[in-house]
């Protein structure tokens, strides 16, 4: 497993933030300043490693253009820095996220004694029902 650190440090370059406005409540504060961030990362042409870049696809799903760029916004604070620092919080643990390999599922089989015992409780259920039917006499 690849360190994050050593994740973030090379794929840094194609990190860009864009700053915008923010939607809600703030009255004039948030009609003049922009403090939302916009981090947008190309996927499809970062140097992430294959594996990583498949889960990071699979993960966002359609939050991924067709141009496999990821646009992530923060919009939860007032200043630009802490904004920034969400959105970088959020797009950290979702590469830590995409850096873990799913656990292969093995198929098991049922085990014998498994078997009897559903067998036995067929057998249970079929008699019951068929003692509930009961004779007709015309």
Same mark, same amino acid.
């Given at each position: 497993m690849q360190d994050i650190d050593f994740l973030l %440090?090379?794929?840094?370059?194609g990190l860009h933030f864009d700053y915008v406005q923010s939607s809600g409540p703030g009255g004039q504060n948030v009609n003049k300043?922009?403090?939302?961030?916009?981090?947008r990362f190309n996927v499809r042409d970062?140097?992430?490693?294959?594996? &990583? @870049?498949?889960?990071?696809t699979v993960i966002m799903? @359609?939050? &991924? $253009?067709?141009?496999?760029l990821l646009i992530i916004e923060a919009k939860r604070f007032r200043t630009r820095?802490?904004? %920034?620092?969400d959105v970088m919080e959020r797009f950290t643990a979702l590469l830590k %996220?995409?850096?873990?390999?799913?656990?292969?599922?093995?198929?098991? @089989?049922? $085990?014998?004694?498994?078997k009897e015992k559903r067998l036995k409780s067929k057998?249970? @259920?079929s008699e019951i029902k068929r003692n509930r039917r009961g004779l007709f006499l015309d």
């Open positions: %440090r090379i794929i840094q370059p300043v922009a403090t939302a961030v916009q981090l970062s140097s992430l490693p294959k594996g &990583i @870049k498949e889960r990071l799903g @359609k939050r &991924i $253009t067709t141009e496999g820095d802490l904004n %920034r620092r %996220r995409s850096m873990k390999e799913p656990k292969r599922h093995v198929t098991t @089989k049922p $085990t014998g004694i498994s057998k249970r @259920k």
